[in-house]
């Protein structure tokens, strides 16, 4: 079992900059791909991105690939994303989820893959 609790959303003008932080219970986290996914109001749920276990390979959506950066510290039992020049399209509740994988390199990108999700953190881009 892994509970998984977001942080870092907030309010930002359009051009700025976030770090969401999600921060992971358990032994186990280098055992899990992490992702980000985010839904904005009346809109479905859409994969922001993922990582592998090790860190070492990762995937973006294309409407946030050269903004945003996902990494992860698995001493810290902590997964990041870096979202830099935000947009008011980026508001959203983000969500980040985990995907038990047990030593396989891989990303993984469809919402419905993963084992456990947050609870969100609210992010809100004004124009």
């Known amino acids: 079992q892994v509970q998984l609790v977001e942080s870092g959303g907030g309010l930002v003008q359009a051009g700025g900059s976030l770090r969401l932080s999600c921060a992971a219970s358990?032994?186990?986290?280098?055992?899990?791909?992490m992702g980000w996914f985010r839904q904005a109001p009346g809109k479905e749920r859409e994969f922001v991105a993922a990582?592998?276990?090790?860190?070492?390979?990762?995937y973006y959506a294309d409407s946030v690939k050269g903004r945003f950066t996902i990494s992860r510290d698995n001493a810290k039992n902590t997964v990041y994303l870096q979202m830099n020049s935000l947009k008011p399209d980026d508001t959203a509740v983000y969500y980040c989820?985990?995907?038990?994988?047990?030593?396989?390199?891989?990303?993984?990108?469809?919402?419905?893959?993963?084992?456990?999700w947050g609870q969100g953190t609210q992010v809100t881009v004004s124009s």
């Open positions: 358990g032994r186990t986290f280098s055992s899990y791909a």
């Open positions: 989820a985990a995907k038990w994988v047990r030593g396989s390199a891989v990303v993984v990108v469809p919402g419905g893959e993963y084992d456990y």
């Open positions: 990582i592998t276990w090790s860190g070492r390979n990762t």
